[in-house]
């Protein structure tokens, strides 16, 4: 944010230019909070503005109303240039009570502009949220740009004559009347978001009608009362021209899934045990029907990936999604796949652990259960999405690799990218990556442990082709013949075979590229979700004159072929992640390099200002 | 083979050329211990297959892990060997990806209602259809003896060497339980029924369970020589025929009765009792209350029943599932993606 000044000229309140904005509203979990931050974004996507977001829930269901617990927060991110995080500390925080007050609070830049509903502000719900005084009262907020303002009551007042509903579902509005005062300070069209209010309430007129007055309300207030001094601008980026629309991870994924099958022009089979947070990805699926994608709910997480191995055998896409605590329970069935050497996708959406760990909260500490989690000599393809948009991508790269080199390919993405959001560039279908996917049919030359020559793949062979009837299974198999196999000399060539499988995958994907000069003092290596907040910091260090690059990986086993040449060409290698120090423990290992661990297991992602402080202390190190 | 048998688990009626028992034995040399019988099962399946109208391309067994599991090997048709008690799920797979499949799962008594329970009961309770053959020797064979969950209270095995302390699972009660639409019980010599039992299990179109006896001559030897010797079994078995009165034993001079507080009696036929006092069995009974029933008599309180214990229809699970994309297809036109990417809020950057 390039400024924050406000004017005290009561007269004439102006508008500010500013480059970026990150907004934070809190509440209760029934404050509809989610809610208010995705039509902010969605408003400013429209209007031009480069978008990224952090939904923060939390992980009761209801918790009860007024606790700490229950806090729900959305943050976003706007600009008028490209940006990549949803920013580190908050400009603005709006806060419907004084739990959503207590808890992120300590985020709020210092002076920055603090919104709060005092009608929330009572005994009840001081004392649950542990504050002895009122806040609003003594000076503990004179840190900050505090504006008090009676939102429940407003918004009562608002409504009353207007629409025939109980009090209580006026308040259900006071999120919207929030948003409407939220447009005014940061000069945003109401329109979008009362055409989204009219298509979702299109049965309940009243309700409708409610909540576009109170949204109306809001804005009037905030230009009526005189309340600010200044409203704001942040003009449209400059981002590289098409159509856009606004999108999470898990969306992405989905889509990304739905685009493979059309590529590959075969039917994708989804399997999967609910679980926070890859559930998304089951319900945008379910919903797909019309592109004759079958969607399985299974009985737990074991058997989803069966099932995907069954639907894999019988020549469908086989697809199955989970979070950390299910791609446990799946890893015997996975071996299964190695041994069979079918196509599988593995969707792992991240999340804290170890166990149940933190559901709702993010970390990418799976990294070498994908790698390793198995019984056996167990190699995997893996593959990981570095932002929202970019699960797209990723999603048909891991059928593209499973289809091609007939192996299962677990693919990452993590809780703060599978709920995060940012504007997706629509991509032309035409220039999305073909792949062809070929049965085998020829019985007179079949052996279903032949192998294609350039990728080892055994051939797919599926059901229903006559005379190619063979038996698979987890036992070892005989190399060529498929036949079962206790032979020591074979059990070793089959192990370095599958090895083998994996490593030539690295012809197949594209090489690391460096994100400034090709060599220099640092490299920051990221992979995942880190990928936006590592980009920002290197290039806010650039643009200091520091000699400083970044590479993000995507392909993860194998590893692109010039990373080890990459590698030595910097200094120091910095390895940032929300775990402590996989990535760089298999740099360590494979390339006999000092990678420098940065590790943050909090739940939360990177902070750019973390970064930086890393890395200029790497730097000078 | 005949041309026209009427078709129940998918799969095609296969083409002019006859195929023999010969054409469903694989290249595998059969590696179970000599007297197994499992040797027997697999020998009436491959017996039937070629009468059951299916082409052999469209055959798939699923199995599991444990001595009965290694059958797919045996099979010429498609076959895939799983994971320990994972085979349903893995079928389900096939059979929901296409259901043109016939699908067969092969499985033991531990591998289904040990590891496998879950998935047991939720393949069955989706109605999918395939044929589930569980093999119950009542011993874990395969890892040398220890008990099953089907082992009797008591009994002194491996890893009980002062006695099983589990009760036992009645692999039909948690069938029927479960739902299941047909449920059958078959013993591995019993040839002619063994084979009719599963004929009958394959032309029925949604889940069939059938339990198969089998003795385990190296781990549990003669399990079921009480009720199914040749000197025993008239007295000590049941066989169930769908509209006749539950008669049995040698002279058949005895049947299962009804009393009025709703449990089954034996009762010996003559002195004013008939046939007519006996139950008569339905397998189509819509409710399983009776068949369940009938899975609690167990030797010596009752004669073993084996036979069809219940047969009934109901939608299956691939062809609703199939329907329910083809429904949605027709209501929103088939899906095209360049419109799926392009759907929600979006806005243009010139
Ligand atoms: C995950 C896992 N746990 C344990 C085993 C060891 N195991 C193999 S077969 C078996 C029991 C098989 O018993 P049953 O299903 O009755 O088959 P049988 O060998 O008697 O035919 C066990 C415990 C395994 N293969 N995998
Ligand atoms: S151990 Fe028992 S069940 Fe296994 S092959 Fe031998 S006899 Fe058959």
Redesign the interface.
């Known amino acids: 944010m390039s400024s924050t000044t406000i004017l005290n000229n009561v007269e004439e309140r102006h508008i500010e230019e500013l480059d970026a904005v990150t907004i934070r509203f809190a509440g209760d979990s029934g404050d509809g909070m989610q809610l208010t931050g995705t039509q902010f974004t969605n408003t400013s996507a429209v209007l031009g503005n480069d978008v990224s977001t952090l939904p923060d829930f939390p992980a009761e269901i209801r918790a009860p109303a007024g606790s700490l617990p229950g806090v729900s927060g959305f943050q976003l991110n706007f600009s008028n240039h490209d940006i990549r995080t949803p920013g580190d500390e908050p400009h603005v925080l709006v806060a419907m009570n004084p739990a959503a007050l207590k808890v992120n609070l300590p985020d709020l830049e210092k002076g920055g502009l603090l919104i709060v509903n005092t009608d929330a502000f009572n005994d009840n719900n001081l004392k649950k949220a542990g504050y002895a005084t009122n806040p609003l009262e003594d000076d503990s907020l004179s840190g900050y740009r505090l504006f008090k303002i009676p939102i429940t009551t407003a918004n009562r007042a608002a409504l009353r004559d207007v629409v025939q509903i109980s009090s209580k579902e006026m308040d259900r509005c006071k999120n919207f009347w929030a948003l409407g005062l939220m447009y005014w300070l940061y000069d945003r069209p109401l329109e979008p978001t009362m055409r989204w209010i009219e298509g979702k309430f299109k049965k309940n007129a009243e309700v409708a009608k409610a909540n576009v007055t109170a949204l109306k309300a809001g804005f009037a207030y905030a230009d009526a009362t005189e309340l600010f001094t200044t409203h704001y601008r942040v003009k449209r980026a400059a981002i590289a021209p098409g159509k856009y629309r606004n999108i999470t991870g898990n969306e992405a994924t989905a889509l990304g899934c739905i685009a493979a099958a059309v590529l590959a022009e075969r039917p994708l089979f989804y399997a999967s045990y609910p679980i926070t947070p890859a559930s998304d990805i089951l319900h945008a699926l379910s919903s797909y029907k019309n592109f004759g994608v079958k969607t399985f709910q299974a009985e737990d997480e074991i058997a989803a990936i069966c099932a995907a191995i069954g639907a894999s055998f019988a020549g469908q896409l086989g697809l199955t999604g989970t979070s950390g605590p299910g791609l446990a329970l799946k890893s015997e069935a996975l071996g299964l796949a190695v041994m069979t050497e079918l196509p599988l996708v593995v969707i792992n959406v991240q999340r804290g652990g170890p166990s149940t760990g933190l559901p709702t909260k993010t970390e990418q500490a799976d990294l070498l259960q994908a790698m390793f989690g198995r019984n056996g000599e167990c190699p995997v393809a893996v593959v990981a999405a570095a932002s929202p948009a970019d699960c797209f991508n990723m999603a048909i790269e891991a059928f593209r690799i499973a289809t091609t080199h007939m192996i299962p390919v677990v693919y990452l993405t993590d809780g703060y990218l599978g709920n995060g959001a940012e504007p997706w560039l629509l991509p032309k279908i035409e220039e999305l990556p073909r792949f062809e996917v070929k049965f085998y049919s020829d019985p007179t030359t079949f052996k279903a442990y032949s192998r294609n020559p350039e990728t080892l793949a055994r051939p797919w062979a599926v059901p229903g082709t006559p005379g190619l009837e063979h038996r698979i299974g987890g036992i070892e198999k005989q190399d060529i013949t498929g036949n079962v196999s206790y032979d020591p000399e074979n059990h070793m060539h089959m192990v370095l075979t599958r090895a083998k499988k994996v490593d030539l995958i690295a012809n197949d994907i594209p090489e690391l590229e460096i994100f400034g000069e090709p060599e220099g003092r640092v490299l920051v290596l990221g992979w995942g979700s880190t990928y936006g907040a590592i980009t920002s910091a290197v290039e806010e260090m650039q643009s200091q004159g520091y000699s400083v690059s970044s590479a993000h990986l995507r392909y993860l086993n194998p590893f692109p072929k010039n990373l080890g040449e990459v590698l030595g060409r910097f200094d120091r290698v910095l390895v940032p992640e929300l775990n402590l120090g996989q990535l760089a423990l298999l740099l360590r290992a494979k390339y006999l390099i000092p990678a420098i661990s940065f590790a943050k297991v909090k739940g939360k992602p990177f902070k750019i200002s973390e970064l930086t402080a890393k890395i200029k202390e790497v730097y000078e190190d | 083979m005949s041309a026209n048998i009427e078709q129940g688990n998918g799969g095609n009626v296969a083409a002019t050329i006859k195929l023999t028992r010969k054409d469903y034995v694989?290249d595998?040399e059969v590696r179970w211990c000599p007297g197994c019988g499992d040797y027997a099962i697999l020998a009436q399946i491959q017996k039937v297959m070629p009468e059951l109208g299916i082409?052999?391309?469209?055959?798939?067994f699923?199995s599991g892990?444990g001595c009965s599991s290694r059958f797919?090997?045996y099979?010429?048709?498609?076959?895939?060997?799983?994971?320990h008690g994972?085979a349903p799920?893995?079928?389900?797979?096939?059979?929901?990806?296409?259901p043109?499949?016939s699908v067969w799962v092969i499985t033991g008594d531990g591998d289904a209602l040990s590891i496998g329970g879950?998935?047991l009961i939720?393949a069955i309770r989706r109605n999918l259809d395939i044929n589930i053959i569980l093999f119950n020797n009542r011993i874990y064979g395969l890892t040398k003896g220890q008990y099953s969950p089907t082992s009797e209270f008591g009994k002194r095995t491996k890893s009980t060497p002062y006695g099983v302390i589990d009760y036992p699972l009645n692999p039909l009660s948690v069938a029927l339980a479960a739902e299941s639409t047909f449920v059958a019980r078959s013993v591995d010599t019993f040839t002619a029924h063994l084979q009719d039992t599963v004929t009958r299990a394959m032309k029925h179109k949604g889940v069939s369970f059938v339990e198969v006896y089998q003795n385990c001559n190296i781990f549990n030897d003669g399990a079921y020589d009480m009720i199914k010797a040749n000197d025993a079994k008239d007295e000590r078995m049941i066989e169930l025929k769908h509209g006749e009165p539950l008669v049995f034993g040698k002279a058949r001079n005895k049947g299962i009765r009804m009393r009025s507080d709703m449990h089954l009696e034996v009762v010996e036929l003559g002195d004013g009792i008939s046939t007519s006092d006996l139950i008569t069995h339905n397998e189509k009974a819509t409710d399983s209350y009776l068949a369940y029933m009938l899975s609690r008599m167990e030797y010596p309180d009752y004669p073993v029943p084996i036979g069809v214990f219940r047969n009934v229809e109901k939608p299956t699970y691939e062809d609703m599932?199939e329907d329910?994309?083809n429904s949605?297809?027709e209501?929103?036109?088939?899906?095209n993606?360049?419109k799926?990417?392009?759907?929600?809020?979006?806005?243009?950057?010139?």
Do not use: C
């Open positions: 694989s595998q082409k052999r391309e469209n055959t798939v699923v892990i797919p090997y099979m010429n048709t498609y076959g895939f060997h799983t994971i994972r799920a893995v079928a389900t797979g096939i059979k929901a990806a296409n043109e499949l879950n998935h939720h599932l329910q994309i949605v297809i209501k929103m036109g088939p899906g993606l360049e799926l990417m392009h759907s929600g809020d979006t806005w243009v950057i010139e």
